[in-house]
């Protein structure tokens, strides 16, 4: 397959080779790969040694600019007799010697360049030239807090591995990297700090990562539900986030991260309920701040939840609870509503969900607030038509205000869901379905696992000392140990007593 | 698959097995006042449906039916109504003054079998006729809200005792105990007053309390008060407020029964008509409230010892402190026990006027 014009050694140019010559030459790996318009296949020859020698690579997957800056003028310059010898000539730290036919596919697909003398075609090397191409760290949006950090994942994994290793420089951050989908070939990255963290739970997530069977894996969120305790339950059981710092402060409590290439979002795990109501912020503001916000946010969720089939359940079976003085303002409400309670609620329920879900497809986020307030003119409207009551209309807007307090999207998506069956067990049996239908929630979450740790803990199993950092955010000094739920191999953060100490007087 | 079955199964079932009745707010009549009168040899018993307007203000509608029994009155009614009425909401049940001389027993046993109706729901006798009291229009929050506000009103802060379906039905079934009841009194077509306290021997009522006697009531039978008494000392009148009192039982002697009675009064002057309250006339002041509290207190239960009624529970006291208690032989030395009333009157506070 030499080709003649190029043996001069005066004439190095490079030379592409006819394609149907190619094609008869092609060695049996080739074959797929000539199919694609971006695989190149070039020769050339050495200037001092006349060494011929051939370079095999995916042109949209390496970058020119180390190819002609610093592979090219060393290996056409200097005395190049052998293969071994480009570890001497080429000033690239990612150079690899094989005689594995099989690496090739994987090592051209991931951006390396293959490099062979034309005598010995048995022996290849792989030069590392990947071109990266990823946006830039931007500011987190679904997350985002107006004080601390600004950064916020991107879909390229180095850079993400990057921006948690930067916040904690020690040889005891451990990524474990995996390749999964036997398409997608995706790289999966496990991060846990080894001294602290259970190696139950790692081993835990290494089998189970492992033991996925899938094609394409495209975002963290497939690996989310594939590697569940219980893939139908409504809750997520690995929290998603896309802050840095988020990772680095629950990589030093013991848990363990995982990124996907491609994915801009870690997930976090072993997690709790609990954990789906706090959000990252609370913790740069004052304890006593961000406890009050959280119990807001419980409220708010609780409210959200209740709200509706509450006022179903009172309406249409326990007029004897509702007090005398409100009785005239529902009665008054209702009156003209040509509805049961349950289908008013029902219809109100479903224009909000309809309005957030268009909301959501808007391109713009501005989208979403414009659906909200489309959905409070459109609710006004119906009240003046007399197709619902304007008292369920202010609760049904509240409700769903309340439940944009939740700081996980995941999480407030669930919500959305739960409030349908307590809404028909209250039209079936007034406050006694609505008891019914927590109690089915409750199982539901006592049972619920995440990474084979509790999903409630701390309040069930009940962890006192876990209550500390859960629906209040307990002060710095009071947090100096880790969730005792991980069994963390070093439960103790830092010392509290010499963290209580006070240090104002020098002596 | 067996799960799945067992799934359909229960969801059938529930679904299935027919639901609760729905009683959907604004489809049903909503009772809040019910009252029965005597009329011929039958009851005649009217409710209260309050009627919201859309312009926000109660009217008050009453349906009127004759019949036997609570229930079956307010069945007869439904004959005459478009929607169902529903008495889980009722705030007062009132008497008329006939039938409660008859006895009401009967009548609240619809109360008590019925578990949406409350156990605070308001009673009271009527002097007079209960279906009058409906005819009026109280107030602008309809006739029911008008009605129990007044008797809570006067429970809290006035003079009345705290009366209750529950207390009523504690004190009947309670042996050595008789019940007692607000007594009402339509006095102008938009007002209707305390006047005073029905007095029942166990199911019927027999006598009553003046509002005036009615302070000296409280302070025996309920432990809490925060009426208001006029006294004279010293030519000058003065208002007392009694913030606390409390009172306390001794059973002394038990042939013949001996007890004693003890008040405490906390109390403040609120208005008095000399000049400066020096610690001399609060001194005086308190020593004749002392006087004036024992007398009266006296003169009640002597008054009830001659009825054979006892609404402050002495027999019940009695019952507690003595094994083995005879309550027909407590009903004859009743009327024969010794009763003393003691009363300890500290005022402590007597108002910023110097």
């Not at chain 1, 987190?140 to 180095?158: D, Q, T, W, Y």
């Not at chain 1, 896309?242 to 997690?271: C, F, N, Q, W, Y």
Request: aromatic share 10%; glycine share 6%; net charge neutral.
């Amino acid at each position: 397959m030499q080709n003649e014009r190029s043996s001069s050694p005066e004439k190095n140019q490079q030379h592409t080779q006819n394609k149907n010559e190619e094609k008869k030459n092609s060695e049996d790996w080739e074959k797929t790969f000539l199919k694609s318009k971006d695989f190149t296949k070039t020769n050339y020859i050495n200037q001092k040694t006349g060494k011929p020698f051939t370079f095999v690579f995916m042109s949209t997957l390496v970058d020119e600019k180390i190819l002609s800056n610093s592979v090219l003028p060393a290996l056409l310059e200097e005395e190049l007799y052998q293969l071994s010898d480009i570890k001497k000539l080429l000033p690239i730290p990612d150079v690899q010697l094989s005689t594995e036919k099989s690496e090739i596919e994987k090592k051209l697909f991931n951006g390396y360049v293959m490099l062979f003398l034309d005598n010995d075609k048995s022996l290849f090397a792989f030069i590392a030239a990947q071109k990266e191409v990823s946006r830039s760290v931007s500011a987190p949006e679904i997350e985002f807090s107006v004080v601390g950090p600004k950064e916020a994942f991107v879909e390229s994994l180095r850079q993400n591995i990057n921006m948690v290793r930067k916040r904690m420089p020690i040889k005891e951050l451990v990524s474990e990297e995996f390749t999964l989908g036997s398409l997608s070939k995706t790289k999966i990255s496990i991060l846990h700090v080894e001294g602290i963290t259970n190696d139950e739970i790692i081993q835990t997530v290494r089998q189970r990562i492992k033991n996925i069977e899938f094609d394409e894996i495209v975002d963290s969120s497939y690996i989310v539900q594939l590697i569940s305790d219980n893939e139908s339950s409504p809750f997520p059981q690995l929290l998603d986030t896309e802050r840095p710092d988020r990772v680095a402060a629950i990589l030093a409590e013991g848990k363990i991260a995982i990124l996907v290439d491609g994915s801009p979002h870690a997930l976090i795990g072993p997690t709790t309920l609990i954990e789906f109501f706090s959000s990252f912020e609370d913790y740069f503001l004052n304890w006593v701040l961000s406890s009050f916000f959280r119990l807001i946010r419980v409220f708010g969720v609780a409210f959200s939840i209740l709200i509706t089939p509450i006022y179903v359940a009172a309406l249409t079976y326990h007029y004897e609870l509702i007090p005398k003085d409100l009785l005239g303002t529902l009665i008054n409400s209702r009156r003209v509503v040509p509805f049961p309670p349950i289908l008013e609620a029902l219809f109100l329920e479903i224009t909000i969900e309809l309005l957030r879900e268009a909301g959501a497809r808007l391109p713009t986020k501005v989208g979403q607030t414009i659906g909200i307030v489309g959905g409070i003119v459109l609710g006004t409207a119906s009240v003046e038509a007399g197709l619902t009551s304007n008292v369920l209309l202010i609760f049904i807007a509240l409700a769903a205000l309340a439940a944009f307090t939740t700081p996980v999207y995941k999480m407030s998506n669930t919500i959305r869901l739960l409030r349908f069956p307590f809404l028909l067990m209250a039209e079936l049996w007034g406050l006694l379905g609505i008891t019914i239908a927590f109690c089915f929630l409750m199982t539901h979450l006592i049972r619920l696992t995440s990474l084979g740790h509790p999903f409630l803990e701390p309040l069930y199993p009940p962890r006192v000392q876990d209550l500390k950092d859960a629906f209040i955010r307990g002060s710095f000094k009071d947090l100096n140990r880790r969730p005792s739920y991980l069994r963390t191999k070093d439960p103790i953060r830092f010392s509290g007593e010499k963290s209580h100490k006070k240090k104002d007087i020098d002596e | 698959m067996r799960g799945q079955k067992l799934f359909l199964l229960l969801l059938s079932l529930m679904l299935l097995s027919g639901c609760v009745q729905k009683e959907v707010v604004d489809d049903v009549n909503i009772a809040v006042g019910i009252g029965l009168d005597k009329k011929d040899d039958q009851i005649l018993g009217s409710v209260m449906i309050p009627v919201y307007k859309t312009d926000r203000s109660i009217e008050n509608f009453t349906f009127t039916s004759k019949g036997t029994v609570t229930r079956d009155i307010i069945f007869q009614m439904s004959h005459k109504s478009s929607q169902p009425i529903v008495t889980g909401s009722l705030e007062v049940g009132l008497f008329g003054e006939e039938v409660a001389r008859e006895g009401i027993i009967e009548f609240l046993d619809a109360f008590q079998r019925d578990p949406s109706v409350g156990a605070r729901v308001y009673l009271a006798v009527v002097d007079g006729t209960a279906s009058e009291i409906f005819k009026g229009n109280y107030g602008d929050r309809g006739n029911a809200i008008y009605l129990s506000g007044l008797i809570q009103q006067n429970t809290e802060r006035g003079n009345m005792p705290l009366t209750n379906v529950h207390q009523f039905l504690f004190d009947f079934y309670q042996k050595g105990k008789d019940p007692f009841l607000p007594l009402l009194k339509k006095t102008q077509p938009d007002l209707v007053n305390i006047a005073g306290v029905a007095l029942f021997k166990d199911e019927k009522v027999i006598d009553s309390i003046p509002t005036s006697k009615m302070f000296y009531f409280k302070l025996l039978v309920d432990e809490y008060s925060e009426g208001t008494i006029k006294i004279k000392a010293d030519n000058k009148e003065s208002v007392i407020k009694s913030l606390k009192s409390k009172y306390k039982f001794r059973l002394k002697k038990r042939s013949p029964y001996e007890f004693d009675i003890h008040i405490n009064i906390d109390a403040l002057v609120s208005e008095y008509t000399g000049r400066t309250v020096s610690k001399k006339v609060v001194k005086k002041i308190e020593k004749q409230l002392e006087r004036q509290v024992a007398s009266e207190c006296t003169k009640l239960i002597k008054k009830f010892q001659e009825k054979n009624i006892d609404p402050i529970g002495l027999g019940h006291f009695a019952k507690t402190q003595t094994r083995g208690f005879d309550f027909t032989k407590w009903t004859e030395e009743y009327p024969n026990a010794e009763v003393k009333v003691s009363v300890d009157v500290s005022i402590a506070e007597v108002g910023v006027v110097e």
